[in-house]
């Protein structure tokens, strides 16, 4: 089948962007998206034109490296899915799909659909680790830890960092990672000891990067990959208020 | 930030009002506080229904509270606090995003308040300064214009009411009301840190409740008075028991 695609196009950050129309020849449903503009690519470079610069990693949904706005929706259409995980089943012969850029202050763009996620380490590098010497693997129920606890700091351990929620959110707000990153820590007991100091340096490190305040669109939780709960978000709220009241 | 405040404790506080959560907080608290006074307006407004002396009585007794002026001073402070705070946080929300999607679709989660929360605020806020302008500050000039009821509150808003442009003005306006609460009342627990699997989908039931409540409440008595039962200018008295 043939798709149109409009796609942003922007030498560097300095240069104007702009949308710009390829049809892509040959695209079969078993392609992934991410395939499909490869095969773009090829197409480009055959006539002599600079390819289309996106990112990507795995492939398979783990990395979040794959982060295109398809059509107004964060990774596109699907439910709980990266854009590498989109298939061109989803389509059909003739339609037209715009891909642009994930766009945050916090996400300044390097070229054509690529963005610069660092904010997101220097966020994680603030707070969002434990400082203890682990040593050899200890004996695994040395410490106790409830089921429930277990599986809701494993929800949010599996934030793959890929910023969806930000591109998603009307205020380019970064809470559902921060909150999910906040979240894994505050629900085990290896998080404890410095419980108070990560969620107040990991919440100083988010502004710093100029993402917007949460405004509780839930547009985050939709677009997320991974099924990030909002509940994070008031997870969130109520360590950072903790936090300001126990902190000496 | 360290440097200009006194103590530990006082820059912990300063970080907190400069925060993003902390700045939502603030505006959750203070619009949570300010449904709390929605409640005793309506509740006053009310008396309307039973009747011009009641409502008159009522507004007299509150008039000459010596309390009155404190509670007028609170409510500003929590108006000020609410309204600069979440213009500042939506100023910042423009900003954290430079430049826009040519197009943004979505995923359904937004709903017609949340969308419009901005434009609510704004319409409630020119709302309060007509309201208390024609209403308190009697600018405009209808004070007994109604024949024969120089003192009466009740005549007073009666004849406001009968005029259909403004009677419209407040029913919109509380509409507004409405859909900020829509999205304003849940939004607001859940930045309070409230937020549960069983209660949380009932509690975003109630707020909405709350909503329609206050709207279908403040907006019964211009659509009364102002449509179904209006006050003659400057002619005769309204309705039965207008008088005091
Ligand atoms: C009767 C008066 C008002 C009440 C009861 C009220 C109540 C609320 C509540 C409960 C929230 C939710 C807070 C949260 O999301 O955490 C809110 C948000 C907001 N209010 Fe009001 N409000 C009132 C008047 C105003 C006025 C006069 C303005 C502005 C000029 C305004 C602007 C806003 C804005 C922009 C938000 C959105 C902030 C956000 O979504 O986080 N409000 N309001
Ligand atoms: S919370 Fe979800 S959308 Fe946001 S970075 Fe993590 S995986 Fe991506
Ligand atoms: S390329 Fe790794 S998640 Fe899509």
């Known amino acids: ?248 | 930030m360290e440097a200009n405040c006194a103590s530990k404790r006082s820059c912990r506080i300063f970080e907190f009002l400069e925060s993003s959560i902390g700045k939502k907080i603030m505006v959750a608290a203070a619009g949570i506080l300010l449904c709390g006074f929605l409640v005793t307006h309506l509740a006053g407004n009310l008396l309307m229904f039973v009747g011009g002396p009641a409502f008159d009585h009522y507004a007299e007794a509150l008039v000459h509270n010596p309390l009155l002026p404190v509670a007028e001073l609170g409510l500003l402070a929590l108006f000020l606090l609410h309204i600069v705070l979440s213009i500042r946080a939506t100023l910042a929300n423009r900003a954290a995003r430079p430049e826009g999607y040519q197009v943004y679709k979505g995923k359904g989660a937004r709903t017609p308040g949340s969308r419009t929360m901005a434009v609510t605020g704004l319409l409630i806020l020119a709302f309060i300064i007509v309201h208390v302008a024609t209403f308190k500050y009697d600018v405009g000039g209808l004070k007994g214009q109604v024949a024969g009821q120089e003192e009466s509150l009740f005549a007073h808003v009666l004849g406001w009411f009968a005029n259909p442009w403004y009677a419209l003005f407040y029913v919109l306006a509380v509409g507004g009301v409405g859909f900020h609460l829509s999205h304003g009342v849940q939004s607001a627990l859940q930045t309070f840190g409230v937020n549960h699997p069983r209660y949380t989908p009932a509690l975003k039931r109630l707020g909405l409740a709350f909503a329609v409540l206050i709207f279908v409440g403040f907006a019964s008595l211009p659509v009364y008075f102002g449509f179904f039962h209006k006050a003659d200018l400057a002619c005769c008295a309204p309705v039965e028991g207008g008088s005091k």
Request: hydrophobic share 40%.
């Open chain 1, 1 to 248: 089948m043939n798709i149109t695609l409009k796609v942003w196009r922007q030498k560097n950050a300095a240069a104007p962007g702009a949308l710009v129309e390829y049809t892509v020849s040959g695209v079969v449903p078993e392609m992934s998206f991410l395939e499909m503009l490869d095969t773009l690519n090829e197409q480009l470079i055959a006539k002599g034109e600079d390819p289309l610069a996106f990112d990507s990693d795995c492939r398979e949904g783990i990395c979040g490296m794959c982060n295109l706005m398809i059509d107004g929706q964060a990774h596109g259409p699907d439910k709980e899915a990266t854009t590498c995980q989109l298939h061109m089943r989803r389509y059909k012969d003739g339609d037209v799909v715009t891909v642009e850029p994930f766009r945050a202050k916090g996400f300044p763009l390097v070229k054509d659909l690529v963005v610069d996620r660092s904010a997101f380490d220097r966020i994680q590098a603030a707070g969002g680790f434990v400082s203890t010497h682990t040593g050899g693997a200890g004996e695994a129920n040395a410490i106790l830890i409830p089921h429930d606890m277990a599986e809701k700091a494993m929800d949010a351990a599996s934030c793959i960092g890929c910023g969806a929620c930000v591109a998603a959110c009307p205020n380019a707000s970064a809470m559902l990672f921060v909150a999910a990153k906040v979240s894994q820590y505050a629900l085990l007991p290896q998080g404890q000891p410095e419980r108070e100091k990560r969620v107040l340096a990991m919440r100083e490190a988010m502004d710093k990067e100029g993402f917007g305040h949460c405004t509780n669109e839930y547009e985050c939780e939709a677009a997320c990959p991974k099924g990030i709960k909002l509940s994070n978000i008031a997870r969130l709220n109520r360590e950072f208020l903790r936090a300001t009241l126990l902190t000496e």
